[in-house]
């Protein structure tokens, strides 16, 4: 197959023969690459690997089910896992050994397939996909009550005996193994490809998986000249409608993405409808008209360059430090009035040259997407550190902060700025764009919440901004799953949450109202920061305000209430003297500084439940044996005879 250099480019010639025939020179030489680079990845990340499980034991060892049912009503709603055309994770995988948030009957008999507080177990989970429940509400960790540890309904079946779990049961530890563990196997793979591209690559087509009526959603379509409909805006959806008008599939549609079949037209099952271009995000136009080139200067915004990959020369818009905004502007040809104008960003390729006559949904320059190169599983081990850190990405995008209708406002210090209006409410949010930035929204889409402005990778921080604890805690359970689904490592999404729970359990203060113990900005637990808001509430105060913190696992594992646990992970001296100028009290809750002190550890049977457990006992007379006078009759008759 194709082998990859050190460098991660792909060497042009592949390797044809097995070893079996014997390779030639050349083949046995560019198969060292991968030899070499797998012994050198074993090594270095054999050690990464142990320090991130030691990382996530640090942070999760004090999470114990400590009772039964924090009696919440809340929880989280799951659905199956679709990557492009195929079923990643199913929703039967997802739910079982789960506690049901909901009840579920069937729709034909009627009878009850699931309960509220049931746990689900493999036939129900069957069930439930069998009758075409595409999502199921769940308790789940990320959203217990629990002041300490977590109840045991939140968290559902122990896996490792498929019974439920016990109170006692350290399931934070066993959740950092689990994430932990396949981390080492995580950097063994590459070892048995050697350095075989593996290219993780998705097909640049739909086909439908069934017969019905395809439907537009949320899309603006343009017909090109050979008939088809090419999609101009983000977040459009093609459904499959059967004869009842039920929904049997959807999709989401790419921008660019080219459609062959009309809005409300029958499709057979195993059509394909539609087609993209997997490398580059076009910039397509809505108008037809004549091509105007405005702020394009040779060798300061725009430069002659070939392209790498492909060898073809093109005009490429380059960084600069000017107060120039490439655009590319359509103007009717005879009243000469514009009709659309299209800002380039930094590393567009043109499409079009000026002058040009162009009509509705034709590509006047195309971006390259992030090029799919050959992610090794190294790619995988620093991807789950870098979402368990939370750390920012470089080059984040920005993200909508409201519900609503897209709008672009002026230029504000060399910044788009593009506006947002909620059109139930008419509050408008300014989102500024930094210039080279490539948008992926037009003029008039509609954008959820959460959703991205602009190309990039998503700030786990900006992400809490906007949507909130629980959209964060989901995205980050489902980004650390899919860098695990690459290598094909299996993990119960349970482990991973209780995890993201840990990361976000400090709550930074905006408002103390009447907790004198509080200050401005001061960081403090989330269930001392409810419990104490509970007693000012019981006393009629006012209650303290405060906003969810994203913690990265290192500094979670710091930020812990015991300075014993913290000064044993990293930083001892800087830990252990804040504590002793502060006067912290250590009220050895949690499990290492149990060991440390070499007391009973709080789990299992030195749960404090079994070990405050008192037995009384209850200690009988026992009978005195009578024997029978027969007897000594019998045994004086037999030595007298």
């Known amino acids: 197959g194709l082998m990859a250099k050190p460098s991660g480019e792909i060497i042009e010639r592949p390797i044809i023969s097995n070893f079996r025939e014997g390779l030639s020179v050349l083949a046995y030489f560019i198969s060292t690459h991968g030899a070499r680079k797998g012994l050198s990845d074993t090594a270095l990340k054999t050690a990464d690997s142990g320090y991130m499980t030691r990382k996530l034991v640090d942070v999760a060892q004090d999470v114990i089910i400590t009772h039964q049912d924090c009696g919440t009503v809340n929880g989280i709603t799951v659905a199956a896992i679709i990557d492009g055309d195929e079923e990643a994770a199913s929703l039967s995988t997802r739910i079982y050994g789960r506690v049901s948030g909901e009840q579920i009957k069937d729709p034909v008999t009627g009878e009850i397939i699931i309960n509220i507080d049931d746990i689900v177990n493999e036939r129900q989970a069957a069930a439930i996909e069998k009758i075409g429940c595409l999502k199921l509400k769940i308790r789940s960790v990320l959203t217990c009550e629990s002041d300490r540890g977590c109840c045991a309904n939140c968290y559902g079946l122990n896996l490792a005996t498929s019974k439920p779990v016990k109170i006692g049961e350290a399931v934070g530890i066993i959740a950092a193994q689990s994430i932990g563990e396949p981390g080492t196997q995580l950097t063994m793979r ?12 998705k097909q640049p087509i739909i086909k439908v998986k069934h017969t019905g009526q395809l439907v537009y959603k949320a899309m603006r379509t343009v017909q090109s000249a050979d008939g088809h409909w090419v999609v101009l805006n983000k977040n459009g959806t093609i459904s499959i409608r059967g004869k009842d008008g039920l929904e049997l599939e959807s999709h989401n549609i790419v921008i660019g993405s080219i459609i062959s079949v009309k809005d409300g037209e029958d499709v057979k099952k195993g059509d394909t409808v539609v087609t993209w271009d997997p490398y580059n995000v076009p910039i397509l136009t809505e108008k037809a008209g004549r091509v105007e080139f405005r702020d394009m200067i040779a060798g300061i915004t725009v430069a002659n360059e070939t392209d790498k990959e492909t060898g073809k020369k093109g005009v490429v818009v380059t960084e600069h430090k000017e107060d120039l905004h490439p655009q590319v502007v359509i103007f009717d040809e005879i009243t000469k009035e514009i009709k659309a104008s299209y800002s380039i960003p930094v590393g567009a390729h043109l499409s079009v040259k000026e002058g040009d006559i162009v009509h509705g949904g034709i590509q006047l320059a195309k971006t390259p997407r992030k090029v799919a190169r050959t992610k090794d599983i190294t790619g995988g081990l620093p991807r789950v550190a870098e979402l368990f850190e939370a750390r920012k990405p470089k080059d984040s995008c920005v993200i909508a902060k409201i ?29 500024l764009v930094p210039m080279g930035k490539h ?11 959460g959703d991205q402005i602009t190309e990039g990778p998503v700030s ?3 992400l809490l901004e906007a949507c909130g604890a629980q959209e964060l805690q989901e995205h980050l359970v489902n980004e650390v799953q899919s860098v695990y689904r690459v290598q094909g490592v299996e993990i119960n999404d349970k482990h991973i949450e209780v995890i993201v729970r840990q990361m976000l359990r400090k709550v930074k203060i905006t408002d103390p109202g009447d907790a004198d113990q509080y200050l401005w900005g001061d960081q403090v637990d989330r269930s001392t920061f409810k419990r104490v808001n ?7 105060g006012k209650p ?17 209430d015991s300075f014993i646990s913290a000064a044993s992970f990293q930083d001892t001296t800087r830990v252990l003297t804040e504590a002793a100028t502060l006067g912290k009290v250590d009220y050895l809750t949690g499990f290492k500084e149990n060991v440390i002190m070499g007391h009973l550890i709080p789990a299992g049977s030195g749960f404090h439940c079994h070990r405050d457990a008192t037995f009384e006992f209850t200690v009988e007379e026992p009978e005195p044996i009578v024997i029978p006078k027969e007897i000594f009759d019998e045994d004086e008759e037999s030595t007298t005879a």
């Open 190 to 201: 590459t070892f048995h490809v050697g350095g075989v591209a593996a290219a993780t690559f």
């Open 544 to 560: 303290a305000e405060g906003e969810p913190v994203l913690l990265g696992i290192t500094k979670a594992s710091l930020e812990t």
């Open 534 to 540: 509970a007693e000012i509430l019981a006393n009629g």
């Open 403 to 431: 519900n609503g209708e897209v709008s672009f406002g002026s230029n504000v210090r060399g910044k788009k700025k593009v506006v947002i209006t909620d059109s139930t409410t008419g509050e408008q949010v300014d989102h």
């Open 439 to 449: 948008i992926v929204v037009t003029d008039g889409d509609q954008v959820k919440r």
């Open 460 to 462: 786990p921080e900006d």
